[in-house]
């Protein structure tokens, strides 16, 4: 690996350490939230800090230069973003393959033209 590959590897384990380390500690509450007050989605309330996060950043002249903290935070709402919006996409693709296409009508006409499975010794 060239230094600037072992140093983007060094990073993401210190943020997978991180998201590992506070998921222990709170729960999964960013990716299941306990929805007292709030029924948006996952990906939503996700969404939410992220703005906050960066309305912080905003507010505050300098932040990014003092406070690591701010920066790995963001990264780690960035990363549960991204799963929680591949959980979305797959719970969706999973709804739709149950559900399958019951809500899909053919009119009588157009049935006659399709091939049944006795026909030509099919």
Do not use: W
């Amino acid at each position: 690996m060239t230094e600037s590959e072992l140093k983007i590897s060094a990073i993401c384990d210190d943020i997978k350490e991180l998201l590992i380390y506070k998921n222990r500690k709170y729960g999964n509450s960013a990716l299941e939230p306990c929805r007292v007050f709030s029924k948006s989605s996952a990906v939503e309330q996700l969404l939410v800090r992220i703005d906050d996060k960066l309305n912080r950043i905003m507010q505050g002249a300098g932040l990014l230069a003092e406070d690591e903290d701010v920066v790995n935070d963001l990264i780690g709402y960035l990363v549960l973003l991204k799963i929680g919006m591949h959980e979305e996409k797959m719970k969706n693709l999973s709804q739709v393959f149950h559900e399958g296409f019951k809500h899909v009508s053919i009119p009588p006409a157009h049935l006659k033209n399709i091939p049944q499975e006795d026909d030509d010794g099919v």
